[in-house]
């Protein structure tokens, strides 16, 4: 089982990033998928979700109108289209992917949004 982030960067407030993340070694398609993130000294919190078709999505309300989680099936990954972007953004983002109470974590990728 193999889970891999990438697109992270440094970007200036009101910018853009998209992360995917980049399943392997398991039915990606059975699991739901959860992006996550967690700043220096701050816990990891929920970021967005969507099940595993991508019919359905949900975001934390920091998120919520700049932020898009999606899917591809087919390429077995996922995205985080991040518009908007903020200093309080900034963090380390980290893909999860879960099904029947067993979950799988990537290693994370860097976003850093600063002048």
């Known amino acids: 089982v193999q889970l891999v982030e990438s697109g992270g960067g440094l970007v200036q407030p009101g910018g853009s990033l998209r992360l995917s993340c980049a399943a392997s070694g398991f039915s990606f398609s059975a699991y739901e998928m959860s992006w996550y993130r967690q700043a220096p000294g701050k816990e990891r919190e929920l970021v967005a979700g969507?099940?595993?078709?991508?019919?359905?999505?949900n975001y934390a309300g920091s998120v919520k109108g700049r932020f898009t989680i999606s899917r591809d099936n087919a390429k077995n990954t996922g995205y985080l289209q991040m518009n908007s972007l903020k200093a309080e953004d900034t963090a380390m983002y980290y893909c999860k992917v879960f099904r029947r109470g067993i979950g799988y974590w990537g290693q994370g990728t860097q976003v850093t949004v600063s002048t």
């Open positions: 969507t099940t595993t078709t991508g019919g359905s999505t």
